[in-house]
């Protein structure tokens, strides 16, 4: 008896197939939205390392040289941040002890969404 219920076939669904398909494909978009969403942050972090590593270097020199713009701007165009706009950011020696700031703003392209916009903003005194 036992041996005839195993060797007995179950009819298949159709249903069943179908729900494991719109499972896999929802798994699917939920891992493909997260991992845009890890490349998001991870590019977010690293312009804000690069807005913090020269506002180090305004911060010794008193301003951001023209030199230091033009290598600022080239890696944060390589680390993915288009339309880079440094508005606010001094570019004038500040004497010792005066703010200077270094703020950027521009826009990071998503796979999956439009793009997004990035602010960063770090200020420190000039320590020349």
Do not use: H
Not at 58 to 66: H, Q
Not at 70 to 96: Q, V
Request: aromatic share 8%.
């Amino acid at each position: 008896m036992m041996k005839e219920r195993i060797l007995l076939k179950s009819r298949g669904s159709v249903t069943n197939i179908v729900t494991l398909f719109i499972f896999i494909v929802g798994m699917t978009v939920v891992l493909l939205a997260f991992y845009d969403c890890i490349g998001l942050m991870k590019t977010r972090e690293d312009i804000s390392q690069i807005v913090r590593r020269y506002t180090l270097v305004a911060e010794t020199e008193g301003y951001l040289s023209e030199e230091e713009r033009m290598k600022m701007t080239e890696e944060l165009r390589l680390s993915g941040l288009l339309e880079a706009d440094l508005t606010g950011t001094t570019f004038t020696r500040a004497g010792y002890g005066n703010l200077v700031t270094v703020k950027v703003s521009g826009k990071v392209e998503s796979k999956i969404g439009g793009p997004f916009e990035v602010k960063e903003e770090r200020a420190s005194t000039a320590k020349y």
